[in-house]
T-cell receptor, first 114, second 110 residues
Framework: EPEVTQTPSHQVTQMGQEVILRCVPISNHLYFYWYRQILGQKVEFLVSFYNNEISEKSEIFDDQFSVERPDGSNFTLKIRSTKLEDSAMYFC????????????FGDGTRLSIL | DAKTTQPTSMDCAEGRAANLPCNHS???????VYWYRQIHSQGPQYIIHGLKNNETNEMASLIITEDRKSSTLILPHATLRDTAVYYCIVGMDSSYKLIFGSGTRLLVRP
């Protein structure tokens, strides 16, 4: 069964450094998402992406964050200058779009900011 | 905020059915009910979804009341590997994003 894959599984970065989290969505999906989950807290929506542009972003997704689909298969989340509070699990998801189509999630990248 | 209410935690014996309730009294006519689960810190796993009819797949059954204000996820023969946090999610806007609540922590006892 096709699945969403994320790399790396764990990323350790110094505060202030840039980090890029990578995702390969399911191949025929059109909508792409990033969510994050701080340890012990809820899963929070960050951004949705469709037709090569952001369709919605949350308050968390400030100017330090950006997303890109650089080719036909990858979907990336960049954090320009990481802060301690960016430490979290980051999940990528994709769907065909539409209310009747479920999102499928990757297993996440654990980002640790030192 | 999430538009659903779920019990904080439940438990059931291995091999028995696990029935997880969800209240969504403000659901709109065209909003689907989705169920996901999260095992430890893994990514949320899609289980099942429905609009008004009951649904069944290889993982679970979903029973939606006639007024659509509540639903129940049924795991027919729970195993230890079904121990997880289960999320009932209702409603998507134009970007189809999911709003997660706190879910129900299901513990399956040996």
């Amino acid at each position: 069964e096709p699945e969403v894959t994320q790399t790396p599984s764990h990323q350790v970065t110094q505060m202030g450094q840039e980090v890029i989290l990578r995702c390969v969505p399911i191949s025929n999906h059109l909508y792409f998402y990033w969510y994050r989950q701080i340890l012990g807290q809820k899963v929070e929506f960050l951004v949705s992406f469709y037709n090569n542009e952001i369709s919605e972003k949350s308050e968390i997704f400030d100017d330090q964050f950006s997303v890109e689909r650089p080719d036909g298969s990858n979907f990336t989340l960049k954090i320009r200058s990481t802060k301690l509070e960016d430490s979290a699990m980051y999940f990528c998801a994709s769907s065909e779009g539409g209310q009747n189509q479920p999102q499928h999630f990757g297993d996440g990248t654990r980002l640790s900011i030192l | 905020d999430a538009k659903t209410t779920q019990p904080t935690s439940m438990d059931c014996a291995e091999g028995r059915a696990a029935n997880l309730p969800c209240n969504h009294s403000t659901i709109s006519g065209n909003e689907y009910v989705y169920w996901y689960r999260q095992i430890h810190s893994q990514g949320p796993q899609y289980i099942i979804h429905g609009l008004k009819n009951n649904e069944t797949n290889e993982m679970a059954s979903l029973i939606i009341t006639e007024d659509r204000k509540s639903s129940t996820l049924i795991l027919p023969h729970a195993t230890l590997r079904d121990t997880a946090v289960y999320y009932c999610i209702v409603g998507m806007d134009s970007s189809y994003k999911l709003i997660f609540g706190s879910g129900t922590r299901l513990l399956v006892r040996p």
